[in-house]
């Protein structure tokens, strides 16, 4: 089979015979790949000129939408997915985190259209006050760049390396051309096909590229993003390219990572905790083996977060030794297939060559005290035919002396156990490795974790403190979180990817736009402090989800606030607070009197501001940013300016549901002087009239 490309919206060959593909348990060739012959500028340009525009034209919630639907689709195709993942050597384990944890980060971003407008656009933190009376303000706009982003993978996970990464341009509004390692590109090929089938996305939104993308990037501009996943010295060639500093095009890169755990100083082997029933569980020092045994073998320790050092106190490392012994020996090696088998092969014999270089490599400054890279048996497959390799444990007694385990990534079930003294000593060793993806430190006390914590965060992208009250529902030291940063600095390549709704802020250009509150309303579709009202005969409680438009104001009665609303209110509440209750009591304080209280003159607003009778107006959805600005005191007159801020139309999860949207409303409160005393912005969730 020779796989295909996906280019300018059709799936073609590349030219010649191409690169050999093979079955990472039997050797067995079973595809070969070629992008000789592709037009690397034309699918750049088919990008920008077809897929860009249309899924520029799309409002985040509807980019939302899509991500879920596509997201639907491939959890209902999974199984075409897991009988391809089988031969790059993944077990069913290994296969879940890269099918399921891939299609899980597209329904993660298919959520979190929740924190973004129903525009093509977004704002980006709040306006800025430029002028003294408050007629020339500033904010951040940020829109969808108008390139491409190019994905260059790695062989390890062929799906959720893909999927991890267009989640978020998608979301953005970037189309996006996918180069994932040659080696595992027929699993990948194997979902794109699917995703084109579905017709889901649009147009030019996605492209793939199964052998080669070298010169792809002669063709790069500065509205392309370009994001890199590999060794370092791939990736430092690629960052170095002339198009990409000519261009000043942005480049994310997450590279080798030489990753670690902590034992903390308070751990004691053999110690359990007992159950909420009284049952004796796992202590930390049994939690601690088997997050090591987990990652040095999930993949066949093929991940750029796995642990690669283990560093643990002087006084443990023979129990550590033993124990962790002990459960490596369990593992079963053979064909992943297999009921059974924990552990299948590296990806391929390119991998195993690599693998077992660097491994001879570190045995010339320690001891391997597990595992060896020819004597180990294999299930239900031929060892010599597969790409196996046994677990690895080394020593290290002195890893500030012998310093290759530092420097040197065996990017396999390979790790090093080495001792440290106090806990800033364990901080110096983890700081060696020059800068990873992730780090973990397993403690039960809090003190021993801060210090740990503060002190190496500055060379770790993401740090895991593990103890017995998360041990059950953590994630685990290996999985980056599609809502958290997933990147390292220095030597894992000062990248950064995912991190929700940061995540997405990399593919769009934020513009910092200036001019007077009505007009900045008028450009961004939200109301701006201090804009022109636009006045309607009707109240807006009345109008309709579709009827309703930014910046419709109504200004209220009035309301001159007593000494018994502060009473009643408290009575009601039960909030007596001295300020508000106890005149003698102010000396020091910034009150001249009794002041009511800030959510009673919230609660005042409300009633002022309600229309009572039955509307569109569903519910109250919920409060952002309130200030209390003002004291509000006794014989004060109050009222409020109601105005439209934002509106965001929502989905009909079924056909009986009721059409609706979510509208925000900036509460201004202001006093007889005119000055704002309290300001906030209510949600309501708003009925359209239109229920189709």
Not at 212 to 232: M, R
Request: with cysteine.
């Amino acid at each position: 089979m020779k796989l295909q490309n996906y280019v300018s919206g059709q799936w073609i060959c590349g030219d010649g015979d191409g690169q050999p593909l093979f079955n990472a348990i039997t050797d067995e060739q079973i595809a070969t790949a070629s992008s000789a012959g592709l037009d690397f500028s034309g699918m750049m340009d088919y990008a920008r000129k077809v897929g860009g525009p249309a899924l520029r034209k799309m409002t985040f919630q509807e980019r939302g939408l899509m991500l879920k639907k596509l997201a639907l689709h491939l959890t209902n195709e999974k199984e075409k997915f897991y009988k391809v993942s089988w031969a790059t050597g993944a077990t069913r384990k290994d296969s879940w985190i890269d099918i399921e944890g891939g299609i899980g980060n597209l329904f993660t971003y298919a959520s979190l259209r929740r924190q973004f407008p129903d525009e093509t656009f977004c704002m980006d933190g709040e306006a800025v006050k430029l002028s003294a009376n408050g007629t020339f303000i500033g904010h951040h706009i940020c829109v969808p760049k108008e390139g491409v982003a190019i994905h260059i993978n790695a062989f390890n996970f062929p799906v959720w390396g893909m999927l991890e990464k267009i989640a978020v341009n998608f979301l953005a509004g970037v189309p996006a051309i996918v180069k994932p390692a040659t080696i595992t590109s027929f699993l990948t090929e194997a979902v794109v096909k699917e995703i084109d089938a579905s017709g889901i996305l649009p147009k030019g939104a996605l492209q793939l590229i199964c052998g080669s993308a070298n010169g792809i990037l002669d063709h790069v501009s500065s509205q392309d993003i370009v994001t890199f996943t590999g060794s370092a010295s791939t990736g430092k060639m690629l960052k170095s390219h002339p198009r990409l500093i000519e261009e000043a095009v942005p480049f994310t890169m997450e590279a080798d990572s030489l990753n670690c755990i902590v034992l903390g100083l308070d751990v004691e082997p053999g110690r359990k905790q007992l159950s909420s029933s009284g049952a004796a569980e796992d202590g930390l020092f049994d939690i601690f083996i088997k997050e090591v045994q987990r990652e040095m073998t999930v993949k066949a320790g093929q991940k750029c977060t796995a642990i690669r050092r283990i560093i643990v106190p002087e006084n443990l490392i023979e129990a550590v030794q033993i124990s962790l012994g002990k459960r490596l020996g369990q593992i079963s090696i053979g064909d992943p297939q297999l009921e059974g088998v924990r552990m299948g092969p590296l990806a391929g014999k390119s991998q195993l060559k690599e693998v077992t270089e660097k491994v001879k490599l570190l045995a010339q400054t320690q001891e391997i005290i597990f595992g060896d890279i020819n004597n180990f048996e294999v299930t239900a497959a031929n060892k010599n035919k597969g790409a196996f390799i046994s677990p690895i444990l080394f020593l290290n007694k002195d890893p500030f002396k012998y310093q290759d385990v530092h420097n040197i990534e065996a990017f396999g079930p390979v790790s090093t156990i080495m001792p440290y003294k106090t806990t800033a000593e364990a901080i110096a060793l983890a700081k060696m490795g020059k800068g990873s993806l992730v780090c973990s430190i397993v403690t039960g006390d809090d003190k021993i974790a801060k210090e740990f914590v503060i002190g190496a965060a500055c060379m770790h992208g993401r740090i895991l403190v593990l103890n017995t009250a998360c041990a059950k529902e953590s994630t685990g030291h290996g999985s980056p979180m599609p809502m958290l940063t997933h990147g390292g600095p220095g030597r894992a390549g000062g990248g950064e990817e995912m991190g929700g709704k940061r995540g997405v802020f990399h593919y769009l250009q934020r513009t910092a736009i200036q001019g007077s509150p009505t007009a900045l309303t008028n450009i961004t579709n939200n109301y701006q402090y201090g804009g022109e009202y636009i006045e309607k005969d009707i109240h807006p409680f009345k109008r309709y989800f579709e009827e309703l438009v930014i910046g419709e104001t109504i200004i209220t009665a009035k309301h001159t606030v007593s000494e018994a609303d502060l009473v009643n209110f408290a009575n009601v509440s039960g909030d007596n607070f001295y300020a508000h209750m106890d005149a003698t009591s102010l000396e020091g304080t910034i009150f001249t009197q009794r002041v009511a209280h800030g959510y009673f003159i919230l609660s005042k607003a409300a009633g002022l501001f309600v229309d009572a009778k039955k509307g569109p107006v569903l519910l109250n959805y919920g409060l952002e940013d309130c200030r209390f600005i003002k004291p509000v005191y006794p014989g004060a007159t109050i009222g409020v300016r109601f105005t439209c801020k934002e509106k965001i139309a929502q989905e009909k999860k079924s056909p009986d549901d009721i059409a609706k949207g979510i509208v925000k409303w900036l509460v201004d409160i202001y006093d007889e002087t005119g000055e704002t005393v309290a300001i906030a912005t209510i949600l309501t969730m708003v009925k359209k009239k239109n229920q189709g």
